[in-house]
């Protein structure tokens, strides 16, 4: 890449770099007046490391410096520690510094295209490879190296150290909870098994069994509840059942009533013909015309007609009686299905609650029962370290402090003994402590 022509002063500023370069090149090193500082030391290019190598020459002709991009470029370090790159082909790092892989490169482009001074050749480490942190750490897994990175450090990204009595007591602590959640699902269960009980007898009101290993503020409340329940259920039952009976009733009236009407009905019906005969006389001796017949004939049809009205309303009304007496029994069958069910449902539940509650339990007895037998046991030792190293393609495994330096690719292994573990086997039985806490966990 040529520079722009209006940077005129950086020209400037380049050729003066580029006397002061061939004086150096001319006198072999640089006085010691001219070094600002040591180089750092020497550090290998570990695999996968990824890098950006950058090729500069001064072009003497042109008085200012030319960037190869079609050589530079991003990188990366294979796991056989080679670097391909273009027109070069494959470069070994082997045991090369950042230093001595610029020079190589330098060296190499000089004598591949047969320059006379060897370009200017930088490399940066764009990303190291990851370290793993592995052990007794709360969070082991793969981190970020940056030089200077220390086996301390490590420690603190993942997390610390992971303190199995902490995890302990954390998981004891979550069983008492767990044992507290299903003591209450018992409680609200046989609770809800009284009401249903009590909903089957028809009582008026409910028999709960009175525990003392609960809370009696907190049962106290799941009892109104359940009451505010049963009455809720049995006013109901009473809306429904009044419904039914007085619809009852009002059939039976009802049905009295067009009974007294068809009483009537049949009196009407029996004088009308007992008119009819009379007048049918009379008209065949010629007494009285016959249209008088003809009008008796129309009344008696018409009272038959509303006497079977009257016969077809009472028909009806007595079906519906029964099938409001149907209702009002089916009410009182369904409701004892529907409450059979929700006991048979419920008894099933309790059942898993209470096997549940015991498998807490001795998971929890066990726990406390390990407690007991570590005691003052359990007080850790110092943390160990261990880091394992990829050398010379050769992995290598070293004892570590805290301040160890680590490399990229390192895997470092934490290790936190045990007082405990160099003694003897404690008894692991429960005290009887251990069972009396464990029984009142959940309370």
Same mark, same amino acid.
């Given at each position: 890449?040529?520079?722009?022509?209006?940077?005129?002063?950086?020209?400037?500023?380049?050729?003066?770099?580029?006397?002061?370069?061939?004086?150096?090149?001319?006198?072999?090193?640089?006085?010691?007046?001219?070094?600002?500082?040591?180089?750092?030391?020497?550090?290998?290019?570990?695999?996968?490391?990824?890098?950006?190598?950058?090729?500069?020459?001064?072009?003497?002709?042109?008085?200012?410096?030319?960037?190869?991009?079609?050589?530079?470029?991003?990188?990366?370090?294979?796991?056989?520690?080679?670097?391909?790159?273009?027109?070069?082909?494959?470069?070994?790092?082997?045991?090369?510094?950042?230093?001595?892989?610029?020079?190589?490169?330098?060296?190499?482009?000089?004598?591949?295209?047969?320059?006379?001074?060897?370009?200017?050749?930088?490399?940066?480490?764009?990303?190291?490879?990851?370290?793993?942190?592995?052990?007794?750490?709360?969070?082991?897994?793969?981190?970020?190296?940056?030089?200077?990175?220390?086996?301390?450090?490590?420690?603190?990204?993942?997390?610390?150290?992971?303190?199995?009595?902490?995890?302990?007591?954390?998981?004891?602590?979550?069983?008492?909870?767990?044992?507290?959640?299903?003591?209450?699902?018992?409680?609200?269960?046989?609770?809800?098994?009284?009401?249903?009980?009590?909903?089957?007898?028809?009582?008026?009101?409910?028999?709960?069994?009175?525990?003392?290993?609960?809370?009696?503020?907190?049962?106290?409340?799941?009892?109104?509840?359940?009451?505010?329940?049963?009455?809720?259920?049995?006013?109901?039952?009473?809306?429904?059942?009044?419904?039914?009976?007085?619809?009852?009733?009002?059939?039976?009236?009802?049905?009295?009533? +067009?009974?007294?009407?068809?009483? $009537?009905?049949? #009196?009407?019906? @029996? =004088?009308?013909? &007992?008119? /009819?005969?009379?007048?049918? %006389?009379?008209?065949?001796?010629?007494?009285?015309?016959?249209?008088?017949?003809?009008?008796?004939?129309?009344?008696?049809?018409?009272?038959?007609?509303?006497?079977?009205?009257?016969?077809?309303?009472?028909?009806?009304?007595?079906?519906?009686?029964?099938?409001?007496?149907?209702?009002?029994?089916?009410?009182?069958?369904?409701?004892?299905?529907?409450?059979?069910?929700?006991?048979?449902?419920?008894?099933?539940?309790?059942?898993?609650?209470?096997?549940?509650?015991?498998?807490?339990?001795? +998971?929890?007895?066990?726990?406390? $029962?390990?407690? #007991?037998?570590? @005691? =003052?046991?359990? &007080?850790? /030792?110092?943390?160990?370290? %261990?880091?394992?190293?990829?050398?010379?393609?050769?992995?290598?495994?070293?004892?570590?402090?805290?301040?160890?330096?680590?490399?990229?690719?390192?895997?470092?292994?934490?290790?936190?003994?045990?007082?405990?573990?160099?003694?003897?086997?404690?008894?692991?039985?429960?005290?009887?402590?251990?069972?009396?806490?464990?029984?009142?966990?959940?309370?």
């Amino acid at each position: 890449m040529y520079m722009n022509s209006s940077h005129r002063t950086l020209h400037l500023f380049f050729r003066a770099t580029a006397v002061i370069g061939a004086l150096v090149f001319l006198a072999g090193a640089v006085p010691p007046a001219l070094a600002d500082s040591a180089p750092p030391p020497p550090q290998t290019l570990a695999p996968q490391t990824k890098i950006r190598v950058t090729i500069v020459q001064w072009m003497q002709s042109r008085g200012q410096y030319e960037r190869w991009d079609a050589l530079g470029g991003e990188y990366t370090v294979s796991d056989d520690g080679t670097v391909l790159l273009p027109f070069l082909g494959t470069l070994s790092i082997g045991n090369l510094d950042n230093a001595d892989l610029t020079n190589e490169i330098a060296k190499r482009l000089q004598e591949k295209i047969g320059l006379v001074q060897a370009p200017a050749v930088t490399i940066e480490i764009l990303e190291y490879p990851p370290i793993y942190v592995v052990g007794d750490v709360t969070t082991p897994g793969q981190y970020s190296f940056r030089p200077g990175l220390t086996v301390l450090q490590s420690l603190a990204m993942s997390g610390g150290p992971r303190r199995a009595k902490e995890e302990q007591q954390t998981h004891s602590i979550q069983i008492v909870g767990e044992l507290r959640e299903i003591d209450h699902s018992i409680l609200r269960s046989t609770a809800r098994l009284a009401r249903l009980q009590a909903e089957m007898d028809e009582a008026d009101e409910i028999t709960f069994d009175q525990t003392t290993d609960v809370d009696q503020q907190f049962a106290a409340g799941i009892y109104n509840e359940e009451r505010v329940i049963f009455r809720a259920r049995a006013n109901a039952m009473d809306r429904q059942s009044r419904a039914f009976t007085e619809l009852r009733d009002l059939l039976i009236k009802e049905i009295s009533t +067009l009974e007294e009407k068809l009483s $009537g009905a049949d #009196d009407n019906i @029996k =004088s009308v013909e &007992d008119q /009819l005969v009379s007048v049918k %006389s009379l008209v065949q001796k010629g007494l009285t015309i016959s249209s008088r017949q003809m009008d008796l004939e129309r009344l008696l049809t018409t009272y038959r007609s509303d006497k079977l009205d009257l016969v077809t309303a009472v028909m009806r009304g007595r079906q519906a009686i029964s099938e409001t007496t149907r209702n009002l029994e089916g009410l009182y069958d369904a409701r004892r299905s529907e409450v059979a069910t929700e006991a048979q449902s419920e008894r099933a539940s309790l059942d898993q609650f209470k096997l549940k509650r015991e498998t807490l339990q001795k +998971l929890l007895i066990a726990d406390l $029962g390990s407690n #007991d037998s570590v @005691k =003052s046991l359990t &007080d850790d /030792l110092p943390l160990t370290f %261990s880091v394992t190293r990829r050398t010379a393609g050769q992995i290598n495994q070293f004892q570590a402090s805290e301040t160890t330096a680590l490399a990229p690719g390192d895997v470092v292994r934490v290790i936190q003994p045990h007082i405990l573990d160099n003694s003897p086997r404690a008894d692991t039985s429960p005290s009887f402590e251990t069972q009396t806490l464990a029984d009142r966990a959940g309370q």
